[in-house]
């Protein structure tokens, strides 16, 4: 249950912030589409790491990699996991607290808004997995509420024809655009790490798919939103297409301005997405050195997280510089790394069986 | 991670006990002689006779028996009318032959002691010391009669429904309160000594079938490691046992009413009483241990949810209100309607502090009615309410000192906070308000938000007695599904699943 | 040491609790601005230099302290204008005489003079003002035919409502009986940067016309005969095209447009029309639109046809002709028809002009040409604003159903009245 939300939110959470507005960029009011088609593209190699770490119950999957296609290699991989999930990480972090800046508390330095925000997710992450879990699932209901009162406010705003024409830049746009959106769903693949504290296949299985599904849905729901709302011309121009919905609902006439409330659902939300990948991070870490306690390699992480975050000038060079180079090496890396793993293993059964 | 911390400290805890309860072996054991005159003077010397004028001794000869006998009681402990019908007239005016004391005597205890330091430890709680002349052994009588109150309404926790008795500071009494309505012979009660001058009883009570073996032993490893030297009543046991003890959230409940603690005991709880306390101790306790009051049950099904409904919102309202208003206010003021907005700003107008400041001052001063009114004697108990409310609402707002504003949000959470029941999450949410007070203040609703998430982390990483603390929300326990709302009682099937009981459900064992 | 740790940090944030944080400030620190004008600068050649003046009105919370009087004077003191390069430097340099922070947060209105809304460089100033965080996007633009600073000036509004609850309230009602537009900034966005529609703004005045008598919404503002009240008034609109005005619509047009739109809700219209059975007299009715109207866009070769199905609810209010409507079925029958008939006839006047004059529709139904392509680039290579709309084949038809007569359902015989 637990994973269901974790995999929720931390997914989820991607289709309020500025990652939308590449993706309208590539699909115009295909957009939606898009994160389907990216969902289609990557069961493949879903399915071929749940029958792999089927096989080895009660590993990670680094250390499967390690079974499987030995020592170095797995290192070489663990590696590169680490480097893009730390990157990925800051870029996002510093990406949502600008959002939060630039809308809501222009005068506040970054640099102290991001280093509370990064000391909670430390302190968040140091207390464990369980917890973690815990203040996922604890939250998750919440967020849905919050997130299904917003949807039907901004249906009474919505304009259904803007949906149309249907195909936005066309059919191969949209392809290419599903291929390169691929990391959106990158999550439950470094979940996979997290893999012998889920109760049993089963339930990881169906949490896994069920989640997804889920947040597809939601993800699916809430582009489609901003599609109706602000058409898909306007779109493009608008840095922080939530931040913008959330302004523009109202209740009745007299409260008019209720981003505030939403924008605390939110923030519930981007914390607990943050602790996650601070925690995934560390254990990552720690099996590549060899740390057994990674709980007291947190600390360093998160500064290590918070300076590389502060390096870039300006949101924008963050967004459209950084996250578009990591976004293809981790597309490939998504696409390749799973069917190496399962050939390898199905080498080894037959060697050994 | 969790796991091994828990371990650790369990550890450290049972080291802990082994060490004070080794040291009683160590002693020489100190035997009655048959000799009487040696016996008594030793008595005589311990207990500081005859200066000490609250302790006596009744020298007669057994009838019958022609042995001499001597009887030790401390008056203001024990119950003279029956030393006198049951002890020493069956005794002196016997008829009949007496070959063995204990049949002659007609009072409903009497055991055989050996060791001096034992009878002495019972003669300090009131049963008379009998010895016999020849007899190397002294025989405990129990007749110990305390004064103390009798058994009236409860004070804080009071119910529309439930029934309205209370503990009182005699232990047996207390126990009885709580055993007529479990009448089964699964009703263990425990006796531990603890404290090594006052040597105050602690009897903890659970049902054998339904308790968790870990929880119970945890509670009895905790209680006997405390090494002070008087630990009078449970107030100060609590602090001595509970978990973290500088933590704001208290993890041990503490209740004044028998049908709680009996609905506890059912659920598989263990309690714990003590003399001098009209108060008995719930462990493990969860957050919804604090949350839930008695009447919840008692009312019926739409009233009692009614009921809680109100007091979630009562929490929340007492949380975040003025934390809200200093957010919203500062740093958000888009989300006020223009008019609000306006009505604040026109009153505040002729204020001279920040808000923040404003209504850190009402607050404080709100605190200090409260505490005033706690311990204000009752003859001038209503004046404060009269003097508060005149100084602080009329006079500030007239003098234009604080807006009127500030004084219905603080009138309003003040008001909210008083639907919590349990004494401690009552102070748990009190401080807790200033501190969402203070981030407000730093940073707005990123603060608010900041602290809420600090104290939902530090809340799901807290164990009472190894039970997470939001169970069983957080990590999904079988239960009766009773956290923040009930089911109809006969819906209610499960026991809590945390306290690891045996029998898991409510409904009645078919056999 | 943890202690000594513990300790510091507490003191350091009490220093911050103290001095304030950065974002802070208290409600009284700021200074709200209820409605934001727009004027071209009077003496500067715009092609020149960019630059535009700028009017502010502040709202005064003074004014809703308990027991303080408004005097009349008071009010001439919120109005602030300003001669600034755009909007957001305006905020700045007006605080050399305004003293506290300006914040647009309660902004509801942006007024724009006519002038500058005929300037292409409106759109320009209003897409990037638009950058500012504290700019909605539901706040509502008003064309008015003078210089945008009088008419805030001489917005005098009845029973002295404060001026952000009279625009409030205003809109809101304007919107209601249909005689305005709805004119947010998000449609405007959508609609200029679809390039498929016009978009109409409110558009009002505060000079009197005197010209004449005419039915209750051929007037555009300024022309309505009235005494007393606020002088200024706002009726009819105001169309863009591609950002820059192109022209206006009366009262009634407009009303026709919000009809005919489906994205537009009305609630209160009402309406005149000339009685058929007797050609003196006006019967008033009350229309509701209940139900959507249906546009059909058939590609053809040539220039596409559309047919729209109009459907609408009729209340018969009065009729001082005294002619029994109620119930006779013959008579019901005859003034459907000719009502159905002088609808047709208005909707179908104003789908011409717009295909004449502004050679775009108002209506937005280039939301029903959409799904006629799959591609984005498809839909804009055929650009339904400037190569179809002007030649497309329209046919209105029309679905009254009259559902009502109002309380009293027969007039008095007035024959028998006056004798």
Known sequence: MEFFSIIAITVGLKSTDMSTVLLFKSGLNAAWMIAIGSFILIIPSLLLVNSVLKKYQCKTILEVTQLTLGKPIAFVVAFIMLCLILINTATDSRSYITQLITINFPNTPLFILYLCFLALCMWGAKKGWETVGTIAWTTFPYL?????????????????????????????????????????????????????????????????????????????????????????????????????????????????????????????????????????????????????????????????????????????????????????????????????????????????? | ???????????????????????????????????????????????????????MLREFTINKMERRAVLFYIPSLTDAKLIDDAIIKPLIMNDREITDVTSAIGASAIR?????????????????????????????????????????????????????????????????????????EDFTVEKMTIGGRSNNEVFIIYNKELASERVLNEVKSRIGAISKDAVQNISLLVQHIEDRKRSLVPTVLQTERPDRAASFIEDGYVIVVMNNSPFALVAPSTFWSFYHSGDDHYLRFINGNFTRLLRILAMFITLFTPSAYIAI???????????????????????????????????????????????????????????????????????????????????????SSYAIGDVNLNYTIRITRFAFLIAAGLMGIFGMVLCFMAGLIYLTSLKSFGVPYLAPLSPKYKSSGDTVFRKLLTNERLRPGFTKTKDLTKDTVSE | MKRKAGSFLFLISLI???????????????????????????????????????????????????????SGGEEMKDVVSLTAPDLVSARNMANSFVTREISFTHNKVLIVSEELAKTEIFYRLLTTAF????????????????????????????????????????????????????????????????????????????????????????????????????????????????????????????RITRLLDNTSNIRDLFSSFQDPLDKEYKIAVRIKKTRKNKVEVKLRNGPPEINVTYPLDMKILSVPSMVNYAEDIENQKKLKLALEEKLKENAEKLIKKTQKEFKTEPFYWSLYVRPLFSTVKEYETWDWNNKRYPYADIHVTMDLEITGFGKQFRESDIEKVID
């Open chain 1, 144 to 353: 849905i509420i919050a997130l299904s009162f917003l949807f039907f406010l901004l249906f009474k705003e919505a304009v259904f024809n803007r949906i149309f024409p249907l195909f936005g830049t066309g059919l191969w746009e949209i392809a290419k655009g599903s291929f390169n959106f691929i990391p959106l769903f990158s999550e439950p693949f470094t979940l996979a790490v997290m893999y012998p504290f889920v109760k049993g296949h089963q339930t990881y299985t169906r949490g896994l798919y069920s989640s997804l599904i889920f947040t597809v849905f939601l993800m699916v729901l809430l582009y489609l939103s901003y599609l109706w709302i602000f058409d898909y011309r306007s779109i493009g121009k608008i840095t922080f297409p939530y931040n913008e919905a959330i302004r523009f609902v109202t209740i009745g006439r007299s409260i008019t301005n209720i981003e505030t409330f939403f924008i605390t659902i939110w923030l519930v939300g981007v914390f607990v997405k943050f602790t996650v990948y601070i925690y995934l991070i560390s254990r990552i870490f720690g099996f590549l050195f060899r740390i057994e306690e990674f709980e007291h390699t947190i600390i360093p992480i998160t500064l290590l997280v918070f300076v590389i975050g502060l390096i870039p000038e300006n949101n924008e060079t963050n967004i459209f510089l950084v996250r578009t180079t990591t976004t293809a090496y981790v597309k490939y890396f998504i696409l390749c790394f799973p069917p190496l793993l399962w050939a390898a293993a199905k080498v080894k059964e037959a060697r050994a069986g």
């Open chain 3, 16 to 70: 911050l609790l103290l001095t304030g944080c950065w974002d802070k400030k208290e409600v009284e620190e700021r200074s709200y601005v209820v409605a934001i004008g727009l004027d071209l600068p009077s003496g500067l050649d715009i092609e020149k230099e960019q630059a535009i003046d700028v009017t502010f009105q502040f709202s005064n919370p003074k004014l809703n302290v308990k027991g303080v009087s408004p």
């Open chain 2, 329 to 415: 206010t500062n740093y958000h003021m888009e989300m006020l309607p223009t008019d609000l907005l306006l009505a604040i700003a026109g009153a505040r107008e002729m204020v001279p502090f920040p808000a923040i400041l404003e209504l850190l001052l009402l607050e404080l001063s709100f605190e200090l009615i409260r505490e005033a009114g706690v311990r204000v004697p009752v003859p001038i108990g209503p004046t404060i309410g009269i003097v508060g409310a005149l100084i602080l609402g009329q006079a500030g707002v007239e003098a234009n000192v604080v807006s009127p504003i500030v004084v219905i949000v603080v009138a309003l959470s003040g008001l």
């Open chain 2, 1 to 55: 991670m969790n796991n091994s911390f828990f371990k650790k400290r369990k550890a450290f805890v049972s080291e802990m006990s082994q060490e004070s309860t080794g040291n009683t072996s160590d002693q020489s054991l100190k035997l009655f002689s048959g000799d009487l005159v040696q016996d008594v003077n030793h008595f005589k010397q311990l207990y500081s006779f005859p200066s000490n004028v609250d302790f």
């Open chain 2, 112 to 184: 055989a002691e050996a060791e001096i330091d034992k009878a002495v430890h019972e003669l300090n709680t009131g049963d008379s010391l009998l010895l016999v002349e020849g007899q190397r052994h002294a025989y405990i009588i129990k007749t110990a009669l305390a004064a103390g109150r009798s058994v009236e309404k409860p004070q804080n926790e009071t119910t529309l429904f439930g029934p309205k008795e209370s503990f009182i500071e005699k232990a047996d009494v207390n126990i009885s309160l709580i055993r007529k309505k479990i009448r089964s």
């Open chain 3, 131 to 254: 950058k500012d965080r504290e700019i909605r996007r539901e706040t509502s633009i008003i064309v008015t035919e003078g210089m945008a600073s009088k008419f805030i000036e001489k917005n005098k509004p009845e029973m002295m409502i404060r001026p952000h609850r009279y625009y409030q309230f205003l809109i809101d009602r304007a919107t209601e009986t249909g005689l305005v537009p709805e004119s947010t900034i998000n449609r405007f966005f959508a609609i200029t940067d679809g390039d498929a529609d016009l978009f109409l703004a409110m558009y009002g005045s505060y000079n009197k016309q005197k010209d004449g008598f005419q039915d209750e919404d051929q007037y555009i503002a300024g022309q309505v005969p009235k005494k007393g009240g606020n002088p200024v008034q706002l009726i009819g609109s105001a169309v863009f095209k591609e950002g820059k005005m192109i022209g206006k619509l009366s009262g009634e047009e407009t």
